[in-house]
């Protein structure tokens, strides 16, 4: 009974999975990027952009581009090609669908409050938002002084009420607590995420939880090699890795005590998927950093979620390598508009 | 909450099945428990027809389900690939050709069923036309059966040709390929199977 995944998938996701795999054929190729990388003015790149699946999409933006410009219109295409899916899509697809907006969701109320605190107007934060993770209470968020007035009064009815268990407390929000506050509702989101793919089954859950656990050991090493000279303690920093990875327990209680780069590396190493990751990095010219290898890592195991039929893990990696894709290009154009072509090849390839 | 409704009602049931059991038993009635007699009075028309029905209704679901497998996959990678439209009927094609079979099948079986009168009939005979009439269910169960199976599968693997055809053009065939290799064993199966049942009751039909 382990296959009714096949018969019943079709029934409610059949023609948003077969429109998905439709537009992660169009994803730019080797070929594509070697156009990107040769051309010399924003003006070419934008033509080299029209022969790709992309079209006419900078058709009307007055010139002289910019790449703040081209970076918007290429988020502007993934955005409406998700909300169309979303507004098609069926009980769990869209419970699914859902759980992806939530890290939008997330990213955009700390920018908010971080905004706020530095003392910005709404107005000015509303357009940097990421048009994925709108939600009805965003804009009143910038009200709150303590996590506790922003849960009671705002956050309880959005969607990510259930993730703000563990953050909810009395002290005022400052620089150091919004980071903190990012990381646990991070941890909780990806931790419902990770526990409804599992319960879900399946092929969904195979294709999925691999990914996320990725994802929750990838936050983990981050964490620990950005608070390496900050003023967080290990215990809080222990606080905030996720614990649905390949590394918990054990080597996150490991993580959880190391005190420099090498500690974290020895500790990575003992794990096979992660051993290859930390070779050959370092901050050398001409050396790939650690963020590079786990982006590539990354962009693997979602190109290898394509090879499963009948599974929701689709749609997240084609969100997830459309950002890629926008990342890769905004690199290049970057490297064109300011004339520093040394480090244009760069970006991770996909396909 | 929907647990606890379905535990009462298998508990009731049980209860009462074991409980009539026992009351048989215990007053000396085990004999009024019959299952021969039951098997014998029903009449081998209806087990017949049965088959018979089984064979179309299990064959069309089959059909269906294959059907909406492939046709929403094609649809949905038809959107960025509006070539595939054509080649790819040939998948939903292979669905329907179920369908078919299944009809023909129950046709051919419908056929075999002819007037007898119980009256007439020496117990022998009557046992032979009661065989008879489970020879037919068998058969259109087994058919009916192996092509809701045939029909899902050849379903799940159209929807993978669709999407691989939108791909990259070249997969399709190869595709395809497999899909003749689905039907082909359970054509000799279904077939093979309904032949050799069919035999069975040529012998012992009899005219009165």
New interface residues.
Partial sequence: MGDIYDMFFNMDSGYLEGLVRGFKNGILNKEDYRHLTQCDTLEDLKLHLQGTGYGHFLANEPSPLTVSVIDEKLREKLVVEFEYLRNHAYKDLATFLDFIKYSYMIDNIILLITGTLHQRQLSELLPKCHPLGIFDQMETVTIANTTADLYNAILVDSPLAPFFKECISEEDLNEMNIEIIRNTLYKAYLEAFYDWCQRTGGPTADVMCEILAFEADRRSIIITINSFGTELSKEDRAKLYPRRGKLFPDGLIELSKADEYESVKRVSELYAEYRPLFDGTGNNPGDKTLEDKFFEHEVTLNVNSFMQQFQYGVFYSYVKLKEQECRNIIWIAECIAQRHRAKIDSYIPIM | MYKIIYVVFYSIFLFVVASLGLYLLFTNQGFRFDVGNVLTNISPYAFATTGIGLAMAFSVVGAA?GI??T???????????PRIYSKNLVSIIFCEAVAIYGIIISIVMSNYLKYFDPNLLSDSMMAQNIFAGYALFGAGLTTGLSNLACG?CV??VG??A??AD??NPNLFVKVTLLNNCINFPWLNATLGQHSKQVQATQVFYVIL
Avoid at chain 2, 71 to 81: D, E, K, N
């Fill in positions: 389900w909406f497998t046709g929403s996959s094609i649809m949905g990678a038809g959107v960025i690939t899902i379903g799940i929807s993978g669709a999407i939108a791909a």
